[in-house]
């Protein structure tokens, strides 16, 4: 079944990220980080597709990963520079791994690569808890346009708009104000309204859409909905994305009897410690209480596991009198 999952985040210095190491984790390539002076590589035997879109007439060093990447950092002077954006998608299992290239390029193209971006995708294809295919695509965005007139290649400023539009940003602020002051229902939807036009919204729609078209053009039943449960009238709680707790999970049952024995040798030797200097005093009463007490543990235990005997029914006398 089909399921709608779109997350948008950044890739920052701050958090100790690399747009070169980045790219190299997503494809499961070898790349060398000009800014921090080493390579990185990952293995990623998941990956089945790869792809760099670009603006009509850009240079051909856009569609070299080191060349994108590290042009890309070098942007950036700041130690807290953002350097790229990350959306990571889900792809539809009801389509061929054709359709979801297909799916992915044209929304990329359309959403981003016509605003000025230029996007580094890799789909990934992993098994899922359920031993199925779990098709999902990662995609990172530069921050600044193309600019042939400097150093790196790109603009001197960011490209503040695809963050978010300023226009729409003022809106907001001037609509939550409103709604501050006087908490009436039509405010309330202005406000609603206009948090809509905000780019995150505008790509979650733009995704739903184009995953709903590539779904119909393959006779697929199913079909994906960007918008709140609430707003779509199913009365549930959304449930979390697991990620790691998923495979924490799986992994409890295999870890829990090691992770038992471990203790248990933990605590041996802890008494071990303890005991050394009694042992040392005489080590021949030291062995001949150790050997009562495992007896007497043994003993113990011994009686504990029998299966109690189930007491018998109570005797009822029965009287004959009148």
């Excluded at 000025?116 to 199925?132: N, R, S, T, W």
């Excluded at 235990?301 to 299966?307: E, N, T, V």
């Amino acid at each position: 079944m089909a399921i709608y999952h779109l997350r948008a985040k950044v890739i920052q210095r701050s958090g100790g990220q690399s747009a070169v190491k980045s790219a190299s984790y997503r494809h499961g390539v070898r790349l060398w980080d000009d800014r921090l002076g080493r390579s990185f590589c990952y293995r990623k035997p998941d990956v089945v597709h790869s792809a760099i879109l670009a603006p009509e007439g850009a240079p051909d060093w856009v569609f070299s990963r080191y060349e994108l990447w590290n042009r890309a950092e070098a942007a950036e002077r700041r130690g807290n520079s953002q350097t790229a954006r990350e959306i990571e998608v889900t792809l539809p299992r009801e389509l061929t791994p054709e359709a979801r290239i297909a799916l992915v390029h044209g929304f990329i193209r359309d959403t981003f690569v016509a605003q000025g971006m230029v996007a580094d995708i890799a789909i990934h294809a992993p098994l899922g808890a359920d031993g199925v295919e779990q098709p999902h695509a990662h995609v990172m965005l530069t921050m600044r346009a193309l600019d042939p007139g400097t150093t790196t290649g790109f603009s001197k400023t960011k490209a503040r708009e695809w963050n978010e539009d300023p226009a729409v940003e003022a809106a907001l602020r001037e609509a939550k104000d409103a709604f501050r002051q006087n908490e009436t229902p039509e405010l309330a939807e202005r406000v609603d309204a206009i948090d809509k036009q905000r780019n995150i919204h505008v790509w979650r729609a733009a995704w739903s859409d184009h995953a709903n078209r590539a779904l119909a053009a393959a006779n697929a039943a199913a079909r994906i909905d960007h918008r709140t449960l609430e707003a779509q009238g199913i009365a549930r709680a959304p449930q979390p994305h697991l990620g790691l707790a998923r495979h924490i999970e799986n992994a409890y049952g295999a870890m829990k009897e090691r992770v038992g024995q471990w203790l248990s040798v933990l605590k041996r030797n802890e008494l071990y410690r303890a005991f050394a200097p009694y042992q040392r005093r005489d080590a021949a009463r030291f062995t001949q209480d150790i050997a009562s007490i495992a007896s007497f543990t043994d003993g113990v235990l011994d009686h504990w596991r029998r299966r109690p005997r189930r007491p018998s029914p109570p005797i009822q006398e029965v009287s004959h009198e009148p």
